[in-house]
């Protein structure tokens, strides 16, 4: 063999090795945005089970006296604008149920905005602003500006939702999570839905949708759930974020009012809507973070007002 000719080869092997490991690479990454960044993050059994513990032993929830004034208020004209920016019409049918529509809008999420941990805090936290930071800044964002830019395209599609706070016991544990509950009208319930870490909604046994409330009963009682990464086929493997939201379901906060540019506080920094931050505890456990978002706060016992 020449010189000449052993070159070539070994050029051209360089060559489909190196391709051969950018597809790998793509199809890695692709399967990451799919199950949820569960690939190299591991939660163990055993710390798996130390969160269900914390759950089964935590105090009751019991009614209280606190009264959690809760609403959503929609401006029409800002959900007009949102609507017509993202033609939000085009991603469902009008006959759709309010499930398929929610859902079609986190697919839409979840396929053009991965998760991260941005290194730069968009200047603009609303969903046309968070959109164009990924345009223009950075490509992905956490879970609370993904729950957020939900929440605002949900709304502007007519669809109820609020974005709810999912928090550890641990105090010194500064990692928590957010996600969307959509309201049913169809079904009379809320439901869960996150948009950040490929997507996930969850389901009992009999494939009947889970709120959050209900997906921290099922830890407790050992019930099992079906998790749908990427909003596709189901399982219930426990994968890092079965047992990740066990750590993040102890207890829970929410803002009293919900709207447009809820957290937009450099543009919007007397948005009246940012009232009291309400947090549901179990019984004896004193919130950490009461006054994180340096508003009122208040925390309850009561399941039943909080969840309403």
Request: hydrophobic share 40%; with cysteine; charged share 25%.
């Amino acid at each position: 063999m020449t010189m000449k000719r052993f070159l070539r080869i070994l050029f051209k092997t360089i060559v489909y090795v190196f391709a051969l490991i950018g597809l790998l690479t793509v199809l890695f990454l692709i399967t990451v945005n799919k199950v949820g960044y569960s690939i190299g993050l591991n939660i163990a059994d055993k710390k798996y089970n130390e969160y269900v513990e914390l759950l089964r032993n935590s105090g009751p929830y019991v009614a209280d006296t606190a009264n959690l004034d809760m609403k959503i208020t929609i401006d029409s004209l800002r959900a007009a604008e949102i609507k017509e920016y993202f033609q939000l019409d085009t991603l469902y049918s009008a006959d759709d149920d309010t499930w398929n529509k929610a859902l079609a809008i986190g697919k839409f999420v979840t396929a053009n905005i991965p998760h991260a941990n941005q290194k730069e805090y968009p200047k603009n936290v609303d969903a046309i602003g968070l959109w164009e930071y990924t345009k223009n800044v950075e490509p992905a964002f956490n879970c609370r500006l993904h729950s957020i830019m939900t929440f605002e395209l949900l709304s502007a599609a007519g669809i109820k939702a609020r974005y709810i706070t999912c928090l550890p016991e641990d105090k010194n544990d500064m990692d928590c999570h957010v996600v969307n509950e959509v309201w049913l009208p169809e079904l009379n319930k809320w439901v869960m839905l996150d948009t950040d870490m490929g997507g996930h909604y969850v389901t009992d046994a009999s494939g009947e949708l889970l709120s959050l409330r209900e997906m921290r009963e099922h830890y407790i009682a050992d019930k099992k759930m079906f998790f749908y990464p990427g909003y596709e086929d189901g399982h219930s493997n426990k994968t890092y974020y079965y047992k990740y939201m066990a750590k993040n379901t102890y207890w829970f906060a929410c803002w009293n009012n919900l709207g447009f540019y809820q957290e937009d506080y450099n543009n919007h920094p007397d948005q009246e809507l940012r009232d009291k931050y309400y947090g549901l505890v179990p019984s004896g456990f004193d919130p950490f973070d009461k006054d994180y978002h340096k508003h009122t706060s208040v925390a309850t016992n009561d399941v039943d007002q909080f969840w309403k």
